[in-house]
């Protein structure tokens, strides 16, 4: 489906000048105003008389069709964005200006086909009443501030009949004789300014003249030109329904429709389409914030739209209010709790020993980081993500941050030479989002939270035997939706799903484990936790969209007396756009006043910061085999039998799929062994060649000198001054039975008589969740005299 230029270029409106923006713009077309001032003469038609008489001045006496307003200037012109031409229309009547000799009649002329253009200018206005000023001087200040702000820039006053009051009292002395007509000819063709003065001689000065002081003498008696006293309300009974956004400052400027795509490459000026289309403006700010300096607003996009189909409807008004105030200064700011709700906070780990036990504690803390208590902060505060291609506007909002958390210094087990380690990061990021002409915005937050617990015998944590790696998940959205627009109260809801949880979710996404046990049911509670609180956001949001926001602290859009309002758009830039039409107008009072009602409201509910612990252990993994030695072993001897032997002491057989078997070598008798180079053979246990060949080794699994493993291998190290380490492993899978041994058997000369470490080291079948090697352990050797 082709979208419609039209509608691309409206969901492009903004409230942005060149360097700042307006709080809210409401905007309505040339046709929509003439329109409606047609409205008003049918439904008053007292406003369509004329009846003025000075008797230095003249007269004026007639009825009046309803004006026209041409935006942005006269026919043909470049627009102009801070003019308008308001043109009377006089249906009949006829004007009466003195003659300046009094003996001479006076000259009257037939009003009817008079068409007065008058320009209108529409920059700010600004009256200061000076305390300081003189009496006279402060009383006119004071009475031209008191007439503009109750006649003219009324804040939040949209009605047909202020806007009326204003442009009737235009400035008289600014005609635009171009745009005029008067009367006719003798041949009926219009009459022009140069024509009737050439008829009327100093008429160019008495008709402005006469003009200016009928207006300012009306102005006197709070009358418009037309001789009609308005009674319109002050501006803090405009909408009883109080405006989320009370406008407090107001300017107003022309916009021009343009689009190359239908042929309108510039704006133009006219009564017809394309020039109806043009707009009038009412820009304002609330709260008393300030007007940007730059008044022009930013051409972005249009206000207005034409038919997409023969006899379709337009688009004659919009209201846009800026997301810098909707969204930064309303909406978002309530949502920032569901911000402090998605963070996990990993708090400081700790390391327990207990004897060859060693225990890593942690813990986490869900919606609290235990320094920023208050979702209000700024810490929790959306930032805007910008487009690349136009950098000045936010096509999105973000939360985001990072906690890390890691255990400094390591832990250290003296007893059994265990070293562990913990680190832990959770990052967060909840996105605020639109699609441009949809109606409503989504939520979302993902939090992943993820430690690294490892175990190791070196401080340096290299080649740990244990580790814990775990990833844990949050998902949660929602929608906020703008269900409908209702006698100018915009009706949010809320989509958090059935249960209203924000459909939240919480999968382990990675779980390494060795050595160690994970904590149960984690996810479970982190979900738990993140409901119990997002649920209860939920629960508040929707109280105050749907109930306080029907009051004072909902979006009641200004104006809501005057306009109907209809089908709420998001823009590109995350405006709220509206589209409105006049309400058909109240011949029993001119603005309508319901009763007035307030309403506070509610805070999102305060969490505390609480930690949930938990742990785990390092489980060292030690031999599966009792290891000894043939006791006693004599020391100082040129050759003895050694055995070391692993025993399976359990109920079950265990299997082994190697070992390695450390003894130091030093020749003059300061180690176990003086040795240093050794071959495999094979003998009965107890019945060594002792006449052989001494320093030979074998590893069996009985006396008779069967092999144990399917490979042997002796390797000699390196020396550490006059001792050199001699390993003696095995390879190959073996099962050991209960009660059946493995045997390192060595005949070879010992070491003068002490006690000497043995270092044996158990690799075992790989198997899920464990080590597949024992750390090293030590056997005392004791050489006897």
Not at 88 to 117: C, H, T, Y
Not at 312 to 341: C, W
Not at 527 to 548: C, D, K, P
Request: proline share 7%; hydrophobic share 35%.
């Amino acid at each position: 489906m082709v979208v419609d230029s039209d509608t691309t270029l409206r969901l492009r409106t903004s409230t942005a000048t060149a360097h700042g923006h307006y709080d809210q713009i409401v905007a309505v077309s040339q046709k929509i105003i003439n329109e409606s001032f047609d409205n008003l003469y049918e439904v008053y038609p007292e406003y369509g008389v004329v009846n003025f008489s000075n008797r230095r001045v003249g007269d004026i006496k007639g009825n009046l069709n309803s004006p026209r307003l041409l935006l942005g200037g006269g026919l043909g012109s470049d627009i102009s964005l801070t003019s308008a031409l308001y043109v009377m229309r006089f249906k009949d009547g006829q004007i009466s200006i003195p003659a300046d000799d009094d003996d001479d009649p006076d000259q009257v002329e037939d009003l009817a086909g008079w068409n007065l253009a008058v320009t209108i200018d529409l920059g700010e206005q600004s009256v200061v009443v000076n305390p300081d000023a003189d009496p006279d001087t402060k009383a006119d200040q004071q009475a031209l501030w008191d007439f503009i702000h109750n006649k003219f820039d009324v804040p939040g006053d949209y009605s047909v009949a202020r806007l009326y009051a204003k442009l009737a009292d235009a400035h008289w002395s600014n005609f635009d004789y171009d745009n005029s007509q008067f009367g006719y000819n003798p041949d009926k063709t219009p009459r022009s300014w140069a024509q009737l003065k050439k008829q009327f001689v100093g008429i160019d000065i008495s008709l402005p003249f006469m003009l200016k002081n009928w207006a300012t003498t009306q102005e006197k008696k709070g009358l418009t030109t037309t001789g009609v006293k308005f009674s319109l309300p002050p501006p803090d009974e405009i909408d009883p329904n109080t405006p989320t956004f009370q406008p407090t400052a107001l300017i107003h400027q022309v916009y021009g429709y343009k689009n190359p795509d239908k042929g309108v490459p510039k704006p133009v000026i006219s009564y017809d389409p394309p020039g109806d289309l043009n707009s009038f403006l009412y820009c304002e700010m609330v709260s008393n914030h300030e007007l940007p300096s730059d008044k022009q607003l930013a051409g972005s996009g249009n206000f207005t739209a034409q038919a997409t189909e023969i006899g379709g409807p337009r688009i004659d008004g919009t209201y846009v209010l800026s997301h810098q105030l909707f969204l930064e200064t309303f909406l978002l700011p309530m949502l920032q709790a569901f911000n402090k709700t998605s963070i996990i906070f990993p708090n400081t780990p700790s390391f327990s020993a207990s004897g060859g036990d060693s225990t890593i504690y942690w813990s986490y803390a869900i919606g609290n980081d235990g320094q920023h208590q208050d979702s209000t902060n700024d810490f929790f505060k959306f930032q805007p993500v910008y487009d690349p291609e136009t950098p000045a506007d936010a096509t999105s909002y973000q939360f985001k941050t990072e906690y890390k958390n890691k255990l400094d210094p390591i832990g250290h087990n003296t007893n059994s030479g265990t070293y562990g380690s913990f680190d832990a990061t959770a990052t967060t990021q909840v996105d605020f989002k639109w699609t441009p002409g949809n109606a409503g915005f989504s939520l979302s937050g993902t939090t992943v939270y993820k430690y690294d617990l490892e175990w190791s015998e070196n401080w340096d944590m290299v080649r740990p035997f244990g580790w814990l790696r775990e990833t844990f998940q949050s998902t949660w959205s929602m929608n906020i939706n703008i269900v409908s627009v209702q006698d100018g109260i915009l009706k949010l809801g809320v989509d958090a799903g059935t249960s209203k949880d924000c459909n939240t979710n919480v999968v382990q996404t990675q779980t390494e484990r060795q050595q160690t046990w994970s904590p149960e049911g984690q996810s479970e509670s982190i979900r738990s936790s993140i409901v119990n609180q997002i649920g209860s956001h939920v629960q508040t949001l929707e109280t105050n969209l749907a109930q306080e926001f029907q009051t004072s602290a909902q979006f009641v859009y200004p104006g809501n007396g005057t306009f109907n309002f209809s089908d709420p758009q998001v823009g590109k830039t995350g405006e709220i756009l509206a589209t409105l039409e006049y309400k058909p107008l109240d011949t029993t009072s001119k603005i309508p006043i319901p009763a007035p009602t307030t309403a506070q409201m509610n805070a999102m509910k305060y969490f505390g910061f609480e930690p949930k612990q938990v742990n785990a252990p390092g489980i060292t993994p030690t031999s599966k085999l009792n290891w000894s030695y043939n006791k006693p072993v004599k020391g100082t001897q040129n050759a003895v039998e050694l055995l070391i032997q692993g025993t399976n002491k359990g109920s079950t057989a265990i299997t082994l799929k190697g070992i390695s078997i450390l003894l130091n070598s030093e020749p003059k008798g300061r180690a176990p062994l003086t040795g240093t180079n050794f071959s495999v053979q094979k003998w009965k246990i107890g019945s060594p060649d002792n006449k052989g060949k001494v320093d030979v080794y074998q590893i069996v699994s009985d006396n008779d000198g069967t092999a144990a493993f399917a490979s042997v291998r002796f390797v000699k190290g390196d020396k550490v001054g006059d001792v050199t380490p001699l390993t003696f492993s095995g390879a190959g899978e073996v099962s050991v039975a209960p009660g059946a041994a493995i045997t390192l058997a060595l005949y070879a000369g010992t070491g003068v008589p002490n006690t000497y470490d043995v270092t044996i080291t158990e690799t075992w079948p790989q198997t899920d969740g464990q080590a597949a090697q024992s750390l090293p352990q030590t056997l005392k050797l004791i050489l006897s005299p």
